[in-house]
C-alpha cells in the first residue's frame, strides 16, 4: 500500500470517530473538548496526521492535504450544527422550568354540528336503519312541482304570494320538501323508501316560533301493496327507536292535498325515571303524514292501479327545540357561539 493511501485511509477513520464523537456530546462543553481534540492546530489529530506529509513524495501530498480539508469542513459543519442543537435543547429546558405544567391547557371550540343538523343525522340513523336511502331536490322550485304534481291547485291558499316566497321567471322558494316526492318518483321505479332532508321557505313572521326558513324531512315509500298499517308501523318504530321504548304515538284526521287520507302524528314518551316511577309527557305534535293521493302518483307517472304509498314530514328544527327545552326558534339562526358550543362533543 503507498503512503499516500494509508493517510488518506486514516484520515477517513478518524472522520467516522469523530462525527459520531460529535453526535455522543451532551454539552457546549463537551463539544469544544472533541473541537479540539480533532481539529486543534497543535494537538489536533487532523494535524498530527498531515505532519507526516513529509513522509511521502511531494507527487503525494496534494490528495492527503484535499482529503484532510475536506475531513474538516465535514466535521467543522457537523459541530456547528450539534452546537445548534444543543443550544436549542437548553432554552427549551429552560422554558419547562419555568412553565406551570399543572395549569390546565386553555380548550378552544372548534367548531361543533349545528343542533338542526344533530337532529337530522339522528333521524336518518334511524330510518337508514329501516332501509330507507338519501334524497334531496332543489330549494328552488316551479309551481308545478311545489304545488300542481302534489294535487294542489295554484288557487290554494298555500300558493298565495302571503305565504310562499315567489322568484322571477316562475320560481319560487320550495314551502316543503313534498316536490322531492315528485321528483324521486320520477326518477326511479318502486320500490321507493326515500328520506329527503333540505331547507324551506315562507313568508312567516321571524318571532319565537317562526321563521321564514326552516328545515324539514320528507319521507317517502312507494310499492306494491303499501297500506295504513305500513306508514303507522314504521312510524311507530321510528318513534320508540327515537324517543326510547315505551314511546306511544295517535294519529289525528287531517288535511293534505298530496295525501288521502292525512293524519296529524303526536307522540308521547312515557318513561321510567332512576327510582322506577313511571313518568309521561303531553302528546307532541311532530309531524304530517297520510297515503300518497293517487293523483300525485299519476302526476309522477306511477301506475295507481298497481302501486300505493306512504309519505310523512316532520320539523327537526322543531324536534330539536323539544329534545334541547330550546324556547325559541331564533337561537338556531343567531349563530351565538355561546349557544352552538353546547353541541359540540366533549
Ligand atoms: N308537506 C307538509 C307540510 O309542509 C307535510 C307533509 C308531508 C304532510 C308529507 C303529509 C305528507 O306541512
Known sequence: MSGESTLIQELRALE??????????????????V?????????????????????LDASERPAVGAEANR????????????????????EMAGILDEADLSLPAR?????????????VDELWEIFRGLGFTRARGPETETEWY???????????????????????????????????????????APPIRVLAPGMVYRRDTYDATHAPAFAQL??????????????????????????????????RPSFFPFTEPSAEVDVKRVYLDAEGREHET????????????????ESAGIDSERY????FGMGPGRIGMLKYGISDIRAYFENDVRFLQQFARR
Open 16 to 33: 467516522a470517530e469523530a462525527l459520531e464523537a460529535v453526535e455522543a456530546t451532551a454539552g457546549a462543553d463537551e463539544l469544544e473538548v
Open 35 to 55: 473541537r479540539v481534540a480533532y481539529l486543534g492546530r497543535k494537538d489536533g489529530r487532523i494535524s498530527a496526521i498531515l505532519r507526516r506529509l513529509g513522509e
Open 71 to 90: 475531513v474538516k469542513a465535514t466535521l467543522g459543519e457537523a459541530l456547528d450544527a450539534r452546537g445548534r442543537q444543543l443550544e436549542a435543547a437548553e
Open 107 to 119: 380548550s378552544r371550540f372548534v367548531g361543533a354540528r349545528h343542533p338542526v343538523t344533530i337532529v
Open 146 to 188: 311545489n304545488f300542481e304534481a302534489l294535487n294542489t291547485p295554484l288557487d290554494h291558499p298555500a300558493a298565495d304570494e302571503q305565504d310562499t316566497i315567489y322568484l322571477s321567471g316562475g320560481h319560487l322558494l320550495r314551502s316543503h320538501t313534498s316536490p322531492v316526492q315528485v321528483r324521486v318518483m320520477e326518477g326511479y
Open 218 to 251: 320528507e319521507g317517502l315509500v312507494v310499492d306494491e301493496g303499501i297500506t295504513f298499517v305500513d306508514l303507522k308501523a314504521t312510524l311507530a318504530e321510528f318513534a320508540r327507536r327515537y324517543w326510547g321504548p315505551g314511546t306511544r304515538i295517535r294519529f
Open 282 to 297: 303531553d302528546w307532541l305534535e311532530i309531524m304530517g303524514a297520510g297515503m300518497v293521493d293517487p293523483a300525485v302518483l
Open 308 to 311: 300505493t304509498g306512504f309519505a
